[in-house]
């Protein structure tokens, strides 16, 4: 009898640990399961937070979080060095989105100037943005009226390896300007407004949206001229350089500006990386250029961002989910 109830025990003892080590009953219907929702994140890089590249960058943040969340997709926008570091950046995989200047991205894609011997091949295009207009300021009473009349004279042409330097070079060289009959200085724009205003410089070129704060706080001073790029030199940079536009700066836009001057741009872009899903990258598009007064809240520089130019001076490749987008509405 003993013998029988020890074995019974054991037997019992078995099977109950047996059905401890089931796999639970499947929850009924009713019984709420807690999920994860897989999220794809996109790294937006901008520049400084000074800058327009940080609060537009921002806007388009907001936008993707507010109208492709629901997708699975969500986005944050970083300060950055801006154009070039943000193109190396997307080449190294550190980010998924970034605004740069379209000149950067044609160099950055095609291994030369900053990027010689160290081309970034997966950059791809989303849009171009706005106009940075090159803007070659002077002093009415320095006597420079045409970019032919600075050759001989001192020239900023931007800080030490910007993109400011290589887009003023370029411009020179199809004025036939250089180092050899021209005195260069590479100064940042707060630099060549300053030394505008000192006299040590004749002539400096910013680039950036106008109107630009350093020329207008240089304007309250001096009597400022803006120097005209004319149509020959804008012909000749656009066969060798494809980023190039043409810009008109209006009357007015600084203090003393008493007539419209012809100049060049080249635009502020959104780029990506070519491994970005081409759905993702379709539906941050659309999303965009749908919501683009919520841009215009950001910064007033968002007012030229429009659907009918978002393909102006597109200089690289551009993503399949972007293509498809403006095939979509007739663009491409």
């Keep these: 009898m003993r013998k029988s109830l020890v074995f019974f025990v054991l037997l019992s003892a078995i099977v109950i640990l047996g059905c401890a080590q089931q796999a639970p009953e499947k929850p009924s219907e009713t019984t709420p399961v807690a999920t994860t929702p897989e999220v794809y994140h996109l790294t937006i890089l901008t520049g400084g937070a000074a800058g327009t590249y940080y609060p537009i960058g921002g806007a388009m943040a907001n936008i993707i979080n507010k109208y492709v969340y629901v997708d699975g997709v969500e986005a944050t926008a970083v300060t950055s060095g801006a154009s070039v570091a943000n193109a190396r950046k997307l080449g190294s995989g550190e980010a998924e989105l970034a605004l740069l200047q379209n000149d950067i991205a044609y160099y950055a894609y095609h291994g030369i100037e900053m990027f010689k011997d160290n081309p970034i091949k997966n950059i791809r295009g989303i849009a171009t943005l706005y106009p940075e207009v090159i803007q070659i300021v002077t002093l009415k009473d320095k006597g420079i009226r045409t970019i032919y009349d600075l050759k001989g004279k001192k020239v900023a042409v931007g800080a030490p390896g910007s993109g400011t330097a290589v887009d003023a070079l370029q411009i020179l060289e199809a004025a036939g300007i250089n180092e050899s009959n021209t005195h ?17 410089i004749d002539a400096g070129f910013i680039v950036a949206g106008v109107p630009t704060s350093a020329v207008m706080e240089l304007a309250s001073v001096r009597d400022v001229y803006i120097v005209e790029v004319p149509d020959e030199i804008y012909e000749k940079l656009k066969e060798k350089y494809p980023f190039y536009t043409q810009y008109i700066i209006p009357a007015e836009t600084y203090k003393g500006l008493d007539k419209d001057v012809k100049s060049v741009a080249v635009m502020a872009m959104l780029a990506t990386r070519e491994d970005i899903p081409k759905d993702i990258i379709y539906k941050v598009t659309k999303a965009i250029f749908e919501h683009t007064d919520e841009l215009v809240e950001a910064h007033q520089r968002a007012k030229d961002i429009t659907l009918e130019t978002a393909l102006d001076g597109m200089s690289i ?11 979509e509405k007739g663009l491409i």
């Design 184 to 200: 260069f200085e590479y100064l940042n724009f707060k630099e060549v407004a300053d030394a505008l205003k000192d006299g040590t």
């Design 317 to 327: 490749p551009l993503h399949p989910g972007a293509e498809k987008f403006y095939k």
